[in-house]
């Protein structure tokens, strides 16, 4: 069973991956990459979607 990912617009726009100084990690994707991300999975998705199972998922903080 696959089930659907959000489109990168409905994720939560106070995740926006920024520190409180001019810290930039090197470690996390940029923001702007997201849609480029989720979609280029997609399309591996349907390419292999015979012969294994793509998850799409993010793993990240959110702090308050």
């Not at 659907?4 to 726009?13: E, G, K, L, V, Y």
Request: proline fraction near 6%; glycine fraction near 2%.
């Amino acid at each position: 069973m696959i089930t659907p990912t959000p489109p990168a617009a409905t994720i939560r726009q106070k995740v926006i991956w920024k520190y409180h100084t001019n810290y930039i990690s090197d470690i996390r994707m940029f923001p702007e990459k997201l849609s480029e991300y989720i979609e280029s999975l997609r399309l591996l998705r349907e390419k292999y979607k015979n012969q294994i199972s793509i998850k799409i998922g993010l793993e990240c903080e959110i702090l308050d």
